[in-house]
Nanobody
């Protein structure tokens, strides 16, 4: 069983930055791909970024490419999402996810484990 705990969310002005963390534990997570999704109230869960623990291959949604950066720290068993140049439309609950490596890195159905999420609110 993989367990995920997110932290680092908060209130930030448009144009500002935040760094989200996802602490990972469990017997097999290093063979997985890690993803970040966001979900606004009443809306679908949307892919933001993903990284493979083993290869470090990264993927980004077009809406965040160039602004957000995903990384992992082996020693700390933690995945990070560095968010820069934040926009009002980035406001959402951000969830960390883990799942087997698959072609569909952008699909929520490719991930088996989820954290509770951390709220990011961008103000004008």
């Amino acid at each position: 069983q993989v367990q995920l705990v997110e932290s680092g969310g908060g209130l930030v002005q448009a144009g500002g930055s935040l760094r989200l963390s996802c602490a990972v534990s469990g017997p097999t997570f290093r063979s997985y791909r890690m993803g970040w999704f966001h979900q606004a109230p009443g809306k679908e869960r949307v892919f933001v970024a993903a990284i493979s623990w083993s290869s470090g291959t990264r993927y980004y949604a077009d809406s965040v490419n160039g602004r957000f950066s995903i990384s992992r720290d082996y020693a700390k068993n933690t995945v990070y999402l560095e968010m820069n140049s934040l926009k009002l439309e980035d406001t959402a609950l951000y969830l960390c996810a883990a799942g087997p490596v698959s072609v569909n890195y952008y699909s929520r159905y490719s991930y088996d484990y989820w954290g509770q999420g951390t709220q990011v609110t961008v103000s004008s």
